[in-house]
């Protein structure tokens, strides 16, 4: 079963860290790292399925972020064996509605059935995985506009949402703002309280992680593996 997800339900801060680096190599030394997730970014990395499926390989319980809320693209992810995703630009209800449907089986949902010859079901070794994966799939919606703060409870009301990902740096440039400006730190901190008001885990992208965590949030990322490994050559250069 989804470990990540039960260990989010139980109330577990969690750190984690964005993969932005391709290969399979990057995600095996972040995923052994000892981060308790890593985010595969599909959105602001490349979407290359076959990379992501050799990526999944080495960090099995990776989230992919997709690059867009559409349900072809979620089967993708799904298929190759993703058990967590992360769906950007979410700014309502419908919208969290519509990325919930594209992780479940009819009757409770669109995705399309042919796990059998996917790696999810390891091409038919695995005949129990239609049966599970609807409980087993987690799904991540990303808040990072002022319409999303707008419809926040109606989002964290979907059910099937099982976290609430604050996006600073697309939420700061929507509001006119710098990634430290009182105003938008202020907007993320109230975010964070509403979110978790609603029972679900509150997520952030964090330049400052104790901060965040400090003001409620669950879900936190520390960066992301490229920039820490851009800032490492130059401090070591």
Same mark, same amino acid.
């Given at each position: 079963?989804?470990?990540?997800?039960?260990?989010?339900?139980?109330?577990?801060?969690?750190?984690?860290?964005?993969?932005?680096?391709?290969?399979?190599?990057?995600?095996?030394?972040?995923?052994?790292?000892?981060?308790?997730?890593?985010?595969?970014?599909?959105?602001?990395?490349?979407?290359?399925?076959?990379?992501?499926?050799?990526?999944?390989?080495?960090?099995?319980?990776?989230?992919?972020?997709?690059?867009?809320?559409?349900?072809?693209?979620?089967?993708?992810?799904? *298929? =190759?064996? +993703?058990?967590?995703? /992360?769906?950007?630009?979410?700014?309502?209800?419908? %919208? &969290?509605?519509?990325?919930?449907? !594209?992780?479940?089986?009819?009757?409770?949902?669109?995705?399309?059935?042919?796990?059998?010859?996917a790696r999810a079901a390891m091409y038919?070794?695995?005949?129990?995985?239609?049966?599970?994966?609807?409980?087993?799939?987690?799904?991540?919606?990303?808040?990072?506009?002022?319409?999303?703060?707008?419809?926040?409870?109606?989002?964290?009301?979907?059910?099937?949402?099982?976290?609430?990902?604050?996006?600073?740096? *697309? =939420?700061? +440039?929507?509001?006119? /703002?710098?990634?430290?400006?009182?105003?938008?730190? %202020? &907007?993320?901190?109230?975010?964070? !309280?509403?979110?978790?008001?609603?029972?679900?885990?509150?997520?952030?992208?964090?330049?400052?992680?104790?901060?965040?965590?400090?003001?409620?949030?669950?879900?936190?990322?520390?960066?992301?593996?490229?920039?820490?490994?851009?800032?490492?050559?130059?401090?070591?250069?």
């Amino acid at each position: 079963m989804n470990s990540l997800r039960d260990r989010i339900a139980s109330g577990a801060v969690t750190r984690g860290i964005w993969q932005n680096l391709p290969g399979p190599e990057a995600a095996e030394l972040a995923a052994a790292a000892g981060f308790d997730w890593i985010v595969i970014d599909g959105e602001h990395g490349a979407w290359d399925p076959g990379c992501i499926r050799r990526r999944l390989i080495a960090a099995p319980d990776a989230v992919v972020r997709v690059p867009v809320n559409e349900a072809w693209i979620l089967k993708q992810a799904l *298929d =190759l064996g +993703a058990r967590t995703v /992360l769906v950007p630009m979410v700014d309502d209800a419908d %919208a &969290a509605r519509k990325a919930v449907a !594209a992780c479940r089986y009819p009757p409770y949902g669109v995705r399309g059935m042919g796990a059998f010859v996917a790696r999810a079901a390891m091409y038919g070794l695995d005949p129990g995985y239609v049966d599970r994966a609807d409980a087993d799939v987690s799904v991540w919606v990303q808040a990072e506009s002022r319409a999303a703060l707008v419809n926040l409870e109606a989002i964290c009301a979907v059910p099937g949402v099982d976290c609430v990902f604050l996006g600073p740096a *697309d =939420l700061a +440039a929507d509001m006119g /703002l710098t990634t430290d400006d009182p105003a938008l730190l %202020a &907007a993320l901190t109230e975010a964070i !309280a509403r979110i978790a008001a609603r029972g679900i885990a509150p997520g952030v992208f964090a330049a400052d992680p104790d901060r965040w965590v400090a003001a409620g949030a669950r879900v936190v990322s520390l960066g992301s593996d490229a920039m820490v490994l851009a800032r490492g050559l130059k401090a070591l250069l």
